[in-house]
């Protein structure tokens, strides 16, 4: 497991994870702005499987998905804070990215490797030798966050409507 | 003993009553998208599914964001979202009339006891009127329109009370930008904020309407104000048909997750300083401040009540020179009422560039972005880093009497000894 944190403060806003003026630009270029305003080199040094971990409140702001989307575009794999903002979590769990409310942050240093048992609620750093407890995500949610996001999820749903459907005429 | 929250969203939910904290599923009312969120960023994925709009006639489509459109991707989504409208057979198609928090309730969509999803964060605005009304992502909104169902956490209620009443020359902005720097931008914890007393009954559907709006900036889900004869009677001139019936209030004594009370009289003009609303504190904080630009917009900032209150401070003042003032009326309605009463003529009289109605620099997409150190003194919601421009330019956010005011002088200024005089 080669994950590494990428740590930020508290207060994150979505217009700093997706800004306004890149908004009608293809996803993959507008994550390139990701987050730029408060750390220039996130989107060109992120790595597939990274982990954000945040402060207080992650996500305030608009309701623009391409914040968590751009997030995902990244590689990031989940996202840790001591809170978030609403509308950003529901976001970032229908779009399959795992948002997980983490009380105690201090003790994970930026750039620290990583390890996230979801289900557990667990976050393990070897080098620190710590183990931290985060909430697990609803039942429901996890389910729907495990088929990769709402899309997918409503596809399976609709797919299975369809075959019910079938077998009862 | 319930409150407002838990009625509206038990009704939604086919149930006698709901607690918080319990999960449930609700029909929805209504939806609402803009340009942004709307068809451009749903289209594609019910098309992936082989769905359709749940229900065309519950599914309002403003067009606010990419307007006017500045260049050939803006022409292009706007041209997309006609198209898609036309073809799913949308009836309440707004285009270019407004932004959409300010259109909706101006054309009757919103009534007490309704709830409704929109695809923007402002859109707890609607609970002004006694709707429950919150902002989702896109692809929730398609979760919507394919099952007409959104699942929820009943919600807690935060009652924000203000006794006596605001003086003159203080807003609802006032009261909004001192509850973000008082409780924080997570104040709301996702809940519920209902505003109530004295002063918030004394108010104006339009202020109502900043207050709800900017629930937003305190993090809460929604933002109340129980429905009473001035909302009926704002309804009833929209041409609003009836809500669902039922008497909208929160019981006395219902429990309520944590209870404020503020003294309306005792609070003075605020300005929240770069780059947070919770950044707030009365205007002689920031006082003497220079400005370049003073902005008048937004769904919270450039409704008529806003622009009636720019046009006490500038009636026979001039913008300081060398200082720009821009104004960009939040709806057409508004703007016809401001320009037919002279309001609109007070503004430009006094030196203000009226640029098109949509929602401008507020959400930073469009032509009218601030420069890098430019310091502006605006009328919005938010302040946060490169929103309405450069990373390195600032705003200072302060109610429309202030922006106002702060034109005038060329720095940011009490909006209150120029209405003394005025008078």
């Known amino acids: 497991m080669s994950a ?52 207080r409140n992650f996500g305030i702001g608009s309701s623009r998905e391409q914040a968590p989307q751009a997030l995902k575009a990244l590689g990031i794999r989940a996202v840790l804070a001591q809170s978030f903002g609403g509308i950003f979590y529901r976001n970032a769990l229908n779009l399959g990215l795992m948002a997980l409310v983490c009380p105690d942050i201090g003790g994970i240093p930026d750039g ?9 609620g667990r976050i393990l750093l070897p080098q620190q030798g710590l183990t931290l407890p985060c909430e697990p995500i609803p039942g429901f949610l996890m389910a729907m966050v495990e088929d990769g996001g709402l899309l997918p999820h409503l596809k399976k749903q609709l797919a299975q409507q369809q075959k019910d459907k079938e077998k009862t005429e | 003993m319930h409150t407002l929250a838990q009625k509206i969203i038990a009704r939604a939910a086919g149930r006698e009553t709901v607690q ?19 068809p451009r960023r749903v289209a594609p994925m019910l098309d992936s599914l082989g769905a359709k709009v749940w229900d065309p006639d519950r599914y309002v489509i403003v067009t606010d964001h990419y307007v006017p459109a500045e260049d050939k991707d803006s022409q292009q989504i706007l041209r997309f979202t006609r198209d898609w409208v036309r073809d799913a057979g949308i009836r309440h198609f707004h285009d270019e009339e407004g932004i959409c928090h300010v259109v909706l309730p101006e054309r009757g969509h ?12 402002h859109s707890s605005t609607g609970g002004a009127f006694g709707a429950y009304m919150f902002g989702i992502g896109a692809t929730e909104m398609l979760g919507v329109l394919v099952t007409g169902e959104i699942w929820l956490k009943v919600p807690g209620t935060i009652l924000i009370e203000w006794m006596g009443r605001f003086p003159d020359g203080v807003s609802a902005k006032d009261a909004m930008l001192f509850l973000c720097g008082k409780l924080g931008m997570d104040g709301g914890q996702y809940q519920a904020v209902e505003f109530a007393g004295e002063a918030v009954a004394a108010l104006e559907m339009q202020e109502r309407m900043t207050l709800a709006n900017m629930a937003a900036e305190l993090g809460a889900q929604a933002g109340l104000v129980a429905p009473d004869a ?10 609003a048909a009836d809500g669902p019936d039922a008497d909208w209030h929160t019981d006395p004594g219902a429990p309520l997750l944590a209870h404020h009370a503020f003294h309306a009289s005792a609070l003075a003009p605020q300005v929240a300083a770069p780059h947070s609303p919770a950044n707030a504190g009365p205007v002689e904080g920031a006082s003497g401040q220079e400005i370049d630009t003073a902005y008048i917009g937004a769904c919270t900032g450039a409704k008529l009540a806003d622009l009636r209150m720019a046009a006490r401070i500038l009636r026979g003042r001039r913008v300081a020179a060398g200082k720009r003032l821009l104004v960009a009326p939040a709806s057409l309605r508004d ?7 002279g309001t609109l003529h007070a ?8 640029l098109p109605i949509g929602c401008g620099a507020c959400a930073g997409y469009g032509q009218f972005r601030f420069a890098d150190g430019e310091r502006v003194i605006s009328s919005t919601a938010r302040n946060f880093k ?16 202030t922006v106002a005011a702060s034109a005038v002088a060329g720095r940011i200024t009490d909006p209150r000894p120029l209405l003394e005089e005025s008078r």
């Open chain 2, 110 to 121: 919103v009534r007490p006891g309704m709830l409704i999803v929109g695809g923007d964060s």
């Open chain 2, 347 to 354: 503004l430009a009289d006094a030196g203000a560039q009226i």
């Open chain 2, 20 to 38: 918080p904290g319990e999960i449930v599923t609700c029909r929805v009312d209504l939806a609402m998208s803009h340009d942004s969120s709307g």
């Open chain 1, 4 to 55: 590494r944190v990428w740590k930020f403060g508290d207060g994150v806003d979505t217009d700093v994870m997706a800004p306004g003026q890149y908004m009608k630009l293809p996803i993959a270029e507008l994550a390139m702005h990701c987050l730029e305003a408060v750390r220039p080199d996130f989107a060109g040094g992120v790595c597939e499987g990274d982990i954000l971990v945040a402060g």
């Open chain 2, 386 to 401: 490169g929103r309405m421009g450069a990373d390195s330019s600032q705003v200072w956010l302060a109610s429309p009497y």
């Open chain 1, 112 to 120: 620290a490797a990583i390890a996230v048992d979801p289900v557990a």
């Open chain 2, 335 to 341: 703007q016809q009422a401001a320009q037919s009463e």
């Open chain 2, 230 to 239: 001035t909302t009926r009677a704002w309804l009833h001139a929209a041409g």
